[in-house]
Each structure stands twice: as structure tokens, then as C-alpha cells.
């Protein structure tokens, strides 16, 4: 594969500390090596630091594992470091303006508000959102659901509803925990099924992460694998694919049905791992027993006769495997899609096989502790929806606010999120977040869903934090280690978010995670601290980051040590990927895979007798969505260096589209749906098939000034104020995101 040799794993018992060097000029440079935590491909990088400022950031080629796809979000990261207009302290609204306070004061009141919404409506009258960012901290993540556990309320929401939450329903059903997301081995696979993806961009990173695994997939292609990409859009990665198929937008649950009806119709299932590994089998044959060949292919507008063949070629492959994203999700059907997606792998027997998908244990078991920290079941005061991945749909967020009675969400916290532009109808969410009696950002800068903020508290950036994301560990494709150690010191008046959270639970006198004791604990670490003058003493998130190396699994044999990790500044490849992990992590009462979930079943039968999609009248254009390498969901589309073209998006219209509607390149058009309407410049391109137009997710956001004296910075349109938020995928509770139906217009 000419990939680097692995470090050799010889351990040095002491610390590797960053380099200094001094300049021709006299000036002190330090070189710090960490990852970068924008996205789970957590690529490995060398960050150069003067007088506490980051002067450049650069692939770490020493990382044996996690730097292939470093790109120009991480190169760029520490201007959102320094961005003009970053809170630096928390900040009070006061009228149309903010002035800046202290933490004391900004906990002591933030604390006392919403104690008294408790004590007049009880704990649900409290709320959080929360982002992906909070995702890649350690703290984060833990320490609010502490707190969100302290005061007891279950008005949690959370990103997952935007994008990944089939995923994790499909985990739950098939293999008994919702974390269990099965990697992929690519450097073994002679044919590769890419539903919904377009890892030539995304990095092959999702719920996994496999390092430079596009190149090794075009490695694989040269040796003789095939490569089938499954997109309404000719994306990047369709344009280098063996097979393109442009199925219709919403119906890659009928393609995949399609495949698995042909393979069992024809007997080309693998019949060990049928009758041995998985349950369900005859009941997926009825289903497709039910389903009518001509029909599916009608559904998703492909002809039969290539899914036909696309579904002999993957059954007869010696090492195959579906990969299924986020394209697949944002629809009606995602979950559905979801799940034939992993059953196709699970009846053809690639699990745990060489070339398939597979589990990777990590240093920690992330599937037992995950089953520790599960949210208690809580159905939704409106919709009556149980949480899916421990929160509550977004979609449901604005009525929760603007519906009187009990439970109705009177105080949000939107940690490190922007819903307003993530989510379905933002114009919706906007005009419920005015209506608050409190509302708590934590973020860098001030962002369209925080425009109506009582306070803006001020976030630390990775750069300027120590991380050991132990949680994803499972996620590598292979046993990895690395502690992202911070480069530069934060301002002072920023706050890692896990100390708001214990600061908010400390002054509301609720006890952290619900647990008695726990607070006193955590003020006599820190008067100890104090008086011994060692910070390390007080607890926090270094106390969790030792216990679980302390507690981590043996790895070859070997038990990792922390002193192992803080002398691996690189990461530290702890061993060769393993097959024989995926049985035995299976989370179901009879450690099998659950191939037929009867909800899965139920819902596909309803989709059976739904009629075949159709626009309705006026609105005869389907909204697309696609990914670019710099841009990154709703956030960092405000760094110039990141977009040099422009700091705007477009809509992709096909030229037979266009020229119907007299609409040249170039032009302004405004696209507009039942709920909304926006105005954009057109890119007239082949790339999305006829019917389909598309825009880019995330931007859309306006930059505030919170001091004062500048006009917001706008970057591009929010496209979806295009998207009704009552239409989900049942299943998931994922918005329709790249399904909703449009009409277009030259302005």
C-alpha cells in the first residue's frame, strides 16, 4: 500500500515533551505534537507556537496512524482561535447589547434563573442543545449529562436527529448497542458498495474513521476491486467508481431491498453466517417475498437489470462490504436503508471477515460504558416520541418552546451548537428561541442561533485543551492510543465547558450525575488544590482520562500504562487489526445479529405500499445536498482562508433543468418550498441527475458583533429554511433534509 512503517511499539518511559527551538531572531519556538478534533479522523499535526501563538500548523508524519487525511480545516484551525470577534468573557445581554461580566456572576445567575424555572415548572423546564463539536472534547460530552442528570430534566437534543441517527437505531436493533459501528477493511476488499458517501471528501469518516482510506480504496481498484457508488450527484468519488448508479433521492431503501431480494431469491446468501451468526433470515424472506423486482427498480429509477447485476457481482465477490453515510439518512426511508445496508453485509457474510466490516475493540470498552451513561426512557411532551440516542428530535425543539403546560421548555443551553442553520426550519426555531426566558450559548464566536442569547459564555478551542478521546477508540481501524495534548494557553476569561457544567451544578446545589456526594467530593479537591498550591489536584477531566487507561482492556497481551501514552506524543499504534472481536461484542440478550428487527420489517412494508414518489404540483425539484473537504456542517464557513473562492454556496441545477427555465450560470434564482425561500447564485452542471437540485448544507450563518459597532458577517444562505420539520423518518426522528421537494426560479 506504501503506506509509513508503524511505529515499533518499544516504549519510552519518559515523557517526549515539545520541542524548543530558537530562531536567527532570538525568538522562542516550541513544536507541539497532537490531533486535530474537528472530525473523528483525528489526523495527527505539528503545531508550531511563538509567545503563546500558533504560527503554523502541519501534518505530524511521525503519527503512525491518524495524519493521511489532514486538510485545511486543521491548517487553518488556530484562526478560529484568534477570530476577531471571539468572546473572550462571558457576556450579559443588556437591551440590544452585551457587556462583559465575570464568571462568578454569570454562574451565580444563570444558576439562580433556572433554579427558579424548576421550582415553578419543574426540571424539563430546563433544556440543552448540542452540537458535534461536543463530541470531540473528552469533558464535554460527560460533564453535561452530569449536570443534565443533576437537575433531572429529559429536554435533550441533540445533532444526532440532523444526520446520524439511524445509525444508531440500526445499532441498537441489529447488534444491541447503539456504539457499535463496524469499521471497515479496506486494504482486503475486492468490492466496495458506497451508499450515500463520498469519501473522496469525507475521508472515509463517519461512526469510523479509516486513515487515508480513499487512496487505499483506489489502491485496491488498481489491483483488480471494484468500485460502485450509489449518489443522485456524480460526486468526486462517482467520477473515479467502476459503477455510478444515480438512484433517485429518498429510495436507496428500495436499491438495497432490490439486492436483497436477488441474492435470496437466488440463493447467494452465505448460509453459515445466515443460520449461525444472524436471526431473522426467513422473515427478511418473506419481506422480499412480498416485494415485486420491476417495482423497487421503478421506485428507484434504476434499471433492473444493473441492479440485477450489481447484486450478483457483490454476492459472488471474495471480500466485499456496504458502506452506508449520511445520504442515506436524511430521508424518510433512511432508516429502513440503513438497516438493508448491514443486513446485505450480514447474509453475504462479510462481518468479521477480511475485507468486510469489522469490530475493533479499542483500548476501551466504549459498548459497556455507553451502557452505563444511557438516558433514562422519556416519551416527548407533544409528539409522544421516545429519545433515540439519549436526546429528543431538534425537529420537536420549537413547539417545546412555544407550547404552554407543563414540561415546556422555558430555559436552553445550546452548547457548541447552531440549530437554527443545522436543523429543519430554522425561521421556526429562530422565533422560538426569542420567546426563552433564558438562553445560554457556549461557542467561540456569536452565531445565528445565538442571536437572541441572555449569555454568551466563552469556549476553549482544541488547541488550547489536553484530550483523550477514549470513547472513540472503537471507531479506528485499528488499535490506536494518541493524548491530544493543547498547544497554546486560552484566553483567560474562556472555560473548558466541563467547568461550566460542575460550576453550574455546584451553584444550583443539584449533585453531578445525580450521585450524593459528588459535589462535596469535588469542593474538597479543590480546596485541597488551593491549599497545596497543585491544580492537579482539584478534579476534572484528567482524573477520567487516568482511570480509563487504568482500566483500559489488554491489548496483545500488554496492559497500556499512562506513562505508554504521555510517551507517545505521535499516537501509538497499540497493535495489528484483529478479526474474531465481532461475536463477542454483540450487546444482544442471545449474542446474535438481529437481522430482522419487527419494526425494521413493519416500516418497510409500509414504504411498499406507499405510492411511488411524485413532486407535487409547483414544487418539481427534489433538494440535493453534497459535501466539500472545507467546509465542516454548520460551523467554520466564516474563515476566509478556508473558501478563497467565496464565502457563499450555490445551487447545482442540471443544464436540461436550467435551460427549461431559462436560467443561465451564474444567474440569481430564488429556491422556494411550502416553508421557506431563498436566493442564490445558480451553477448550471451535469452532476446531479435531472429533478435534483442542489445546495450545500451549513451555511447560512451570520458572525454577530457582541460588542458592538459592526454589522453581522453573513457567509451564504441557509438552505434549510427550505425543509418542514414535520416530516421525518419515523424510525430515527431524522429530518428530510435531502428529500424536500422544491420550485426554482431565475430572479
Known amino acids: 500500500m506504501g503506506r509509513e512503517p508503524k511505529s515499533s511499539g518499544v516504549l519510552n518511559p519518559n515523557r517526549v515533551m515539545p520541542s524548543t527551538t530558537v530562531r536567527h531572531d532570538g525568538r522562542m519556538s516550541t513544536t507541539v505534537h497532537t490531533f486535530c478534533r474537528y472530525c473523528l479522523a483525528a489526523c495527527g499535526v505539528e503545531v508550531t507556537v511563538e509567545n503563546n501563538r500558533v504560527t503554523k500548523i502541519a501534518a505530524d508524519k511521525q503519527n503512525p496512524h491518524s495524519w493521511r487525511d489532514f486538510c485545511a480545516k486543521g491548517r487553518t484551525a488556530h484562526q478560529l482561535v484568534e477570530h476577531p470577534r471571539r468572546i473572550l468573557n462571558p457576556m450579559r445581554r443588556v437591551g440590544d447589547t452585551y457587556v462583559e461580566a465575570s464568571w462568578d456572576e454569570a454562574i451565580a445567575d444563570i444558576a439562580a434563573r433556572m433554579n427558579a424555572l424548576i421550582d415553578a415548572d419543574g426540571p424539563d423546564a430546563v433544556g440543552v442543545y448540542y452540537g458535534n463539536p461536543t463530541g470531540f472534547s473528552s469533558s464535554n460530552v460527560i460533564f453535561m449529562n452530569g449536570w443534565l442528570d443533576a437537575i433531572g430534566t429529559h429536554s435533550r437534543y441533540f445533532v444526532g436527529s440532523v444526520d446520524q441517527n439511524a445509525m444508531h437505531v440500526v445499532a441498537t436493533a441489529m447488534y444491541g448497542s447503539m456504539l457499535m459501528s ?30 487515508g482510506g480513499w487512496r487505499r480504496a483506489l489502491d485496491r481498484q488498481k489491483q483488480g476491486a471494484t468500485i460502485v457508488v450509489v449518489d443522485p450527484l456524480r460526486t468526486e468519488s462517482a467520477e473515479k467508481a467502476d459503477v455510478h448508479l444515480a438512484v433517485r433521492p429518498g429510495q436507496d ?40 423486482l ?23 465477490a471474495q471480500a466485499a462490504m456496504v458502506v452506508t453515510r449520511t445520504g442515506v439518512s436524511l430521508h424518510a426511508g433512511g432508516t429502513v436503508a440503513e438497516w438493508l445496508g448491514h443486513v446485505l453485509n450480514v447474509i453475504t457474510g462479510r462481518m468479521d471477515r477480511p475485507g468486510g466490516r469489522r469490530f475493533e475493540p479499542g483500548y476501551v470498552d466504549t459498548l459497556r460504558l455507553a451502557s452505563f451513561a444511557e438516558a433514562k426512557p422519556h416519551k416527548s411532551r407533544l409528539a409522544g416520541r421516545e429519545m433515540v440516542a439519549g436526546a429528543h428530535a431538534l425537529s420537536e425543539l420549537p413547539d417545546e418552546i412555544t407550547t404552554p403546560g407543563p414540561g415546556q421548555i422555558r430555559a436552553l443551553m445550546i452548547n457548541c451548537g447552531n440549530p437554527v442553520v443545522s436543523g429543519p426550519d430554522g425561521a421556526k426555531l429562530d422565533n422560538a428561541l426569542a420567546q426563552l426566558d433564558l438562553l445560554v450559548a457556549i461557542d467561540f464566536v456569536q452565531r445565528e442561533s445565538h442571536r437572541h442569547a441572555h449569555w454568551l459564555l466563552p469556549a476553549v478551542h482544541w488547541l488550547e485543551r489536553d484530550d483523550l478521546l477514549a470513547f472513540t477508540s472503537s471507531m479506528h481501524d485499528e488499535p490506536y492510543v494518541q493524548y491530544g495534548a493543547k ?45 497545596s498550591g497543585r491544580p492537579g489536584l482539584a478534579f476534572g477531566p484528567r482524573w477520567l482520562d487516568r482511570l480509563m487507561v487504568a482500566t483500559s482492556r489488554k491489548i496483545n497481551g500488554r496492559k497500556l500504562k499512562w506513562r505508554d501514552v504521555m510517551a507517545h506524543p505521535h499516537g501509538m499504534v497499540l497493535g495489528p487489526r484483529e478479526f474474531g472481536h465481532f461475536r463477542e461484542a454483540l450487546r444482544t440478550d442471545d449474542k446474535m445479529v438481529h437481522a430482522a428487527p419487527p419494526e425494521f420489517l413493519a416500516r418497510a412494508r409500509e414504504l411498499l405500499a406507499e405510492p411511488h414518489p411524485a413532486a407535487p404540483d409547483g414544487y418539481p425539484f427534489q433538494l440535493g445536498n453534497r459535501r466539500h473537504r472545507h467546509s465542516m456542517n454548520s460551523w467554520l464557513n ?110
Open 182 to 211: 463496524p469499521v471497515s477493511d479496506i486494504d482486503n476488499c475486492d468490492y466496495f458498495l458506497l451508499i450515500g458517501t463520498n469519501p473522496a471528501v469525507s475521508a472515509w469518516n463517519w461512526l469510523e474513521t479509516v486513515p
Open 253 to 292: 431503501w428500495a436499491l438495497l431491498l432490490a439486492m436483497v431480494k436477488v441474492i435470496l431469491d437466488l440463493g447467494l446468501e452465505h448460509r453459515q453466517d445466515c443460520a449461525e451468526l444472524a436471526t431473522g433470515v426467513p422473515e427478511l424472506r418473506r419481506l422480499v417475498g412480498e416485494a415485486d
Open 294 to 316: 420491476d417495482d423497487l427498480a421503478a421506485r428507484c429509477d434504476l434499471p433492473r437489470e444493473r441492479i440485477e447485476r450489481v447484486a450478483r457481482d457483490f454476492a459472488a
Open 487 to 531: 498547544a497554546v494557553d486560552p484566553p483567560s476569561g474562556a472555560r473548558e465547558e466541563w467547568r461550566i457544567f460542575v460550576d453550574l451544578a455546584l451553584a444550583m446545589g443539584k449533585p453531578l450525575f445525580g450521585a450524593r456526594g459528588v459535589n462535596g467530593f469535588i469542593k474538597a479537591t479543590r480546596r485541597l488544590a488551593r491549599i
Open 638 to 747: 466564516e474563515l476566509p482562508s478556508l473558501h478563497p473562492a467565496g464565502k457563499h454556496n450555490e445551487v447545482l441545477v442540471h443544464p436540461e433543468d436550467a435551460a427549461a427555465l431559462g436560467i443561465s450560470d451564474g444567474d440569481r434564482v430564488k429556491v422556494y418550498s411550502t416553508v421557506g425561500a431563498i436566493e442564490l447564485p445558480a451553477s448550471i452542471s451535469d452532476r446531479p441527475r435531472r429533478g435534483v437540485v442542489v445546495i450545500d448544507h451549513g451555511w447560512g450563518s451570520r458572525i454577530f458583533d457582541p460588542r458592538g459597532g459592526q454589522q453581522p458577517e453573513s457567509y451564504g444562505v441557509n438552505r434549510n429554511l427550505l425543509v418542514d420539520g414535520g416530516l421525518l423518518d419515523p424510525l430515527s426522528q431524522t429530518s428530510t433534509l435531502s428529500s424536500a421537494y422544491v420550485g426554482l426560479e431565475r430572479v
